[in-house]
C-alpha cells in the first residue's frame, strides 16, 4: 500500500513537472507546479490517508488475530491443567479406580473429560488421553471411564502407547495415530475417518462396525486385527510389496 502510493506521488509530480515545462500540452496556460500540486493536492491526501488508515486496520486485525491465539492457547492450557487436578484428587482422594459403577465420582470424572476434550486441541487430546491410559482408566474390559462419543478428533496420537485400552464408540476423525500402539484395543465403533494408522500396531484390536472411511491403512495392518466384521473400511488399501527371494 505504502509503495502504491509512492508510485501515484511520484507519477503525479512527474506529470505536473512536464505540462509546467511546456513538454505536455493539457488546454490550461500558465498553471505553475504549485497550482498543479493544489490542483492535484486534495485527491493524492486523501489517497494517503485511505491508504495508511487501510494499512492500520490490516495490523491490528493481525494483532487481534495473534492475541485471540495466544488467549485460546492459554484457555485450553487452563483446561488441561484443571482436568488434571481434577482427576488427580478423584484419584488420590476419592478413590475413583475403585469406585462403584454407579458412583458419584465416576459421573464427576466422565462429565469433567468429555468438558476437556470438548475444548481442547490435538496435542493435549494426546496429554489427556495417555493420563487416562497410565491412570488406568480406560482399560479394556475394566474401563471406568467410557469414551463412547467422546470427541477424540485430530488427536495427536503419533507413537502413542495404547495397547490394552477401550475406545470403543470414540470419535477420531483425521486423528494422527502413525506408528501409535493399538495392539489388543478395543475400538469397535469408532469413528476413524480420515485417520492416519500408517505403521499402527493393529495387532487383535477390535475393529467391529468402525468407521475407517478414507483411513490411511495397509492391508496387512488389518490383516492382523482381532475381528474387522461390519466394518467400513477405505476405497483404496495399500498393499504390502511381497518380498521375493533370489
Not at 495473534?66 to 484419584?91: C, F, G, K, P
Not at 472411511?213 to 495399500?238: F, N, W, Y
Request: charge should be negative; hydrophobic fraction near 45%.
Amino acid at each position: 500500500m505504502v509503495a502504491i502510493i509512492v508510485v501515484i506521488i511520484a507519477v503525479i509530480l512527474i506529470l505536473a513537472g512536464l505540462v509546467h515545462i511546456g513538454v505536455l500540452e493539457t488546454g490550461f496556460t500558465g498553471k505553475t507546479l504549485w497550482d498543479w500540486m493544489e490542483v492535484f493536492g486534495i485527491p493524492v491526501v486523501v489517497v494517503i490517508i485511505a491508504g495508511v488508515f487501510s494499512l492500520m486496520v490490516k495490523k491490528a486485525e493481525q494483532r487481534n488475530e495473534a492475541q485471540r491465539e495466544i488467549d485460546t492457547d492459554r484457555a485450553r492450557e487452563i483446561t488441561l491443567r484443571t482436568y488434571l487436578e481434577v482427576m488427580s484428587n478423584l484419584i488420590l482422594v476419592k478413590n475413583l479406580t475403585t469406585s462403584e459403577e454407579d458412583s458419584p465420582e465416576r459421573a464427576v470424572a466422565h462429565a469433567h473429560t468429555f468438558m476437556a476434550l470438548r475444548n481442547l486441541d490435538g496435542p493435549r487430546k494426546s496429554v489427556l488421553l495417555q493420563f487416562l491410559k497410565e491412570s488406568r482408566l480406560i482399560d479394556k474390559g475394566k474401563n471406568i471411564i467410557s469414551l463412547n462419543l467422546a470427541n477424540l478428533d485430530r488427536a495427536n496420537l503419533s507413537n502413542v502407547d495404547l495397547s490394552g485400552t477401550c475406545l470403543s464408540g470414540a470419535t477420531l476423525k483425521d486423528a494422527d495415530l502413525y506408528s501409535a500402539n493399538l495392539s489388543n484395543a478395543d475400538l469397535s465403533y469408532t469413528v476413524l475417518v480420515g485417520a492416519d494408522l500408517w505403521g499402527a500396531d493393529l495387532s487383535n484390536a477390535d475393529l467391529r462396525n468402525a468407521d475407517l472411511t478414507d483411513a490411511l491403512v495397509k492391508r496387512e495392518q488389518l490383516d492382523k486385527t482381532g475381528d474387522i466384521s461390519g466394518a467400513l473400511l477405505p476405497k483404496e488399501i495399500e498393499d504390502t510389496p511381497e518380498v521375493q527371494e533370489d
